[in-house]
């Protein structure tokens, strides 16, 4: 009984939307009010672009995600500065998933930052992506950095 009532909650609020970043996270946002020039929009945005849902990136970005790191107030710290605590940039956290990285490169995502677009290539070259490796090179990422 409380399997069928749980799969008839999530087949209503569709939870897997919400933490997932699956189709339909954007305009269930939007339908919130959500304010998508936050530190929040970001860390969303990275998730899904680990996850490599390229129509959630590009929705997101579409919908204003800011492509440069917002810093959470100092004043008052938040969980939410953690997701960049392994210090991956957008190119890097999108690099196994070579749609999405195409989605972030093409809206200058990591453009200035040297670092973001190494360490992509050397997770690309590592998981022999080559036209990620190409595309990645073609963006000014050194393949003679040693990481």
Partial sequence: MIRLLEREVEAV????????????LVAALRAEDFNFRTLKAQVILKRAARRGQTGTVRELIDAGVPLHRLASSPAKPRRDHLVWMD???????????????????AWGAGRYDQSDKDVALAFAAQDGDLDAVKAL????ANPHVGL
């Fill in 87 to 105: 210090d991956l940039g957008w190119l890097a956290s999108a690099s196994g998933h070579f749609q999405t990285l195409q989605v972030l490169m």
């Fill in 137 to 140: 090179i073609g963006y000014r």
């Fill in 13 to 24: 609020a569709g939870p897997r939307r919400w933490i997932d970043g699956a189709d339909g």
